[in-house]
Nanobody, 127 residues
Framework: QLQLVESGGGLVQPGGSLRLSCAVS????????IGWFHQAPGKEREGVSC????????YYADSVKGRFASSRDNAKNTVYLQMNSLKPEDTAVYYC????????????????????WGQGTQVTVSS
């Protein structure tokens, strides 16, 4: 049973910060690349970030570069997305997802490349 569970979402004012967590179970995190995606009401799911299996190399969408940071703690089976300088347009449901890539050094948050998905956590940025 492969599971990913997001947490850490909530309501924050513009310019504020949140840290999302993605707790994984049923598989070995070190062999999987983890992606972060978000989906706003009425819009398609979009890639935000990913962190690779092999060396923790990260990728960020242009819209979040310099503001978001992905990290992973393989010992804790947890991946994090630190979100700073949040904007109203960041408001969305955020999902983490996994794909089996035991030797991947780089990654892209391509929706169709990920096999296992969490349930999502709501992030709302509003004054």
């Amino acid at each position: 049973q492969l599971q990913l569970v997001e947490s850490g979402g909530g309501l924050v004012q513009p310019g504020g910060s949140l840290r999302l967590s993605c707790a994984v179970s049923g598989f070995t995190l070190v062999y999987h690349t983890i992606g972060w995606f978000h989906q706003a009401p009425g819009k398609e799911r979009e890639g935000v970030s990913c962190i690779s299996s092999r060396d923790g190399s990260t990728y960020y969408a242009d819209s979040v570069k310099g503001r978001f940071a992905s990290s992973r703690d393989n010992a804790k089976n947890t991946v994090y997305l630190q979100m700073n300088s949040l904007k109203p347009e960041d408001t969305a449901v955020y999902y983490c997802a996994a794909t089996y890539r035991p030797f991947q050094a780089t990654c892209v948050p391509d929706f169709h490349s990920y096999d296992y998905w969490g349930q999502g956590t709501q992030v709302t940025v509003s004054s």
